[in-house]
C-alpha cells in the first residue's frame, strides 16, 4: 500500500475511513528522552523521526494577562518563578512533574476584572516568526497542524486561578466563572482568525481541559452542562466553521460526559485514561463511530514488555476498526520505558495498526 503522508493519516482517521496505518504519536517525559539518549538515540534527533513516527504540531497563541515573567529563586534542582498568568510556581529541573503552584494573582472578581483589561488581542500575542520559520516545512512534510486553544475549567484552576479557588467558584459565582472561561476564549479565537487571515492553514483545533481524575469528575454532570458545555460548543462552532477538526485531551475519568461532548460535535478525545477508569474498548463499542479515540493505551504497562503487547493486540485491532483512531499511551512515556521497549511498542503498533 501506499504510504500516506501523517496529514493523510490523520485526515482519513477523522473521516473515519482506513489509511495504510493508524497515526502513532506519543510525549516522552524529558527524563525519557535523555534515557533514550544514554542507550543509543543519537544526540540532537527527534524521537518521531528516530523510531518513524507521526509528524505533528500543536501551535499557541498568548492570550495571558501579560503578568511580569521573573526568576524569584533558582537553584541545581528547581527554580521558582512567576508566569504571564501572574502564577508563582516551582519547577524541578530533573524531574517531569506537575509544578507546585505557590501563589495566584488572580484570586477573585476583582482581581480577575484587572487582569481581564490586559487581555487584548493584538497582533504581537502571535509568533509570527515562529510561523514564517516552520509553515512551509511542515506543508512539505506533510505534517498534521492543530491550532491551539486556552481556555476552560483545567486552564483556569490549573494555570490561573486555583482549584479551591475555582471549584468554590463554580457553585457560589458561576457569572465570574463563566466570564473567564468566555473571555479566554474570546481572546484566542480573535488572535486565531488573525492567523488565519494571514493565510495560514491548520488542519485541527485542539484544548485541554482535564475534567476529571480518578474514577470520577471535578463536578457534576449538570454544572458541566450549565457553566462549561456552551463554551466548549461556543469553541467546536468556531472550528468547524473554519473548516477544522476538534480534539479534546481531558485527563481522568469523564464517562459522563462523553455523550455531551459528542452532542456539541466533538471529533476527537484524548487520553482515555485507563487508570482513571476510561476504557477503551467500551468506549469504542459506544461512541466509535460518533468519535475518533487517541491513546487508551495504559502508560503504567509500556516497561512490561509482555503485558504491554498483551494489550495492544487485545485493543488495537479493535480501535482501529472503520478508522477513527490515533494510536498512543493513555497518557505520556515515562523514564522507566527503555529505548528497546519503546522500539518494539511502536514496531507493534505499525504492525497492529494497519489497514
Request: with cysteine; proline share 5%.
Amino acid at each position: 500500500m501506499y504510504k500516506m503522508t501523517s496529514n493523510e493519516r490523520f485526515r482519513r482517521m477523522f473521516e473515519h475511513k482506513e489509511a495504510d496505518r493508524v497515526p502513532i504519536i506519543d510525549d516522552p517525559w524529558t527524563e525519557t528522552i535523555e534515557r533514550w539518549h544514554r542507550e543509543g538515540m543519537p544526540e540532537g534527533m527527534d524521537f518521531v523521526d528516530y523510531f518513524d513516527l507521526d509528524h505533528y504540531v500543536r501551535v499557541t497563541v498568548d492570550n495571558s494577562p501579560r503578568y511580569e515573567e521573573k526568576v524569584i529563586e533558582e537553584t541545581d534542582e528547581y527554580i521558582i518563578y512567576t508566569t504571564s498568568w501572574g502564577v508563582t510556581m516551582k519547577k524541578f529541573k530533573h524531574r517531569s512533574t506537575t509544578p507546585e503552584f505557590l501563589d495566584y494573582t488572580i484570586k477573585s472578581p476583582d482581581t480577575w476584572k484587572k487582569a481581564k483589561e490586559r487581555m487584548v488581542p493584538s497582533r504581537d500575542r502571535i509568533n509570527w516568526k515562529y510561523l514564517e520559520k516552520n509553515y512551509k516545512m511542515w506543508m512539505e512534510k506533510g505534517y498534521w497542524k492543530e491550532a491551539v486553544l486556552w481556555f476552560g475549567f483545567d486552564v483556569t484552576h490549573s494555570w490561573a486561578v486555583g482549584t479551591e479557588t475555582v471549584l468554590i467558584a463554580m457553585a457560589e459565582d458561576p457569572e465570574w466563572v463563566c466570564d473567564m472561561f468566555n473571555h479566554y476564549l474570546e481572546v484566542d479565537m480573535a488572535l486565531w482568525d488573525m492567523v488565519f487571515d494571514a493565510g495560514y492553514k491548520f488542519d485541527g483545533m485542539f484544548w485541554y481541559d482535564d475534567m476529571g481524575y480518578k474514577g470520577t469528575q471535578f463536578f457534576s454532570l449538570n454544572m458541566y452542562r450549565e457553566l462549561l458545555k456552551p463554551f466548549h460548543k461556543k469553541a467546536i462552532e468556531w472550528a468547524h466553521s473554519r473548516g477544522l477538526t476538534t480534539h479534546l485531551h481531558s485527563c481522568g475519568n469523564i464517562n459522563p460526559l462523553i455523550p455531551e461532548l459528542i452532542e456539541i460535535g466533538l471529533d476527537a478525545l484524548n487520553p482515555l485514561e485507563v487508570k482513571a477508569g476510561m476504557d477503551p474498548m467500551e468506549i469504542k463499542k459506544k461512541y466509535g463511530k460518533d468519535l475518533v479515540l487517541h491513546g487508551g493505551i495504559n502508560a503504567m504497562l509500556w516497561d512490561k514488555p509482555e503485558e504491554i503487547e498483551a494489550e495492544m493486540s487485545r485493543l488495537v485491532p479493535i480501535l482501529k476498526e472503520n478508522g477513527g483512531y490515533i494510536f498512543s499511551s493513555d497518557h505520556s512515556v515515562p523514564p522507566s520505558v527503555s529505548l528497546e521497549d519503546f522500539r518494539r511498542i511502536t514496531d507493534l503498533a505499525k504492525k497492529l495498526g494497519s489497514f
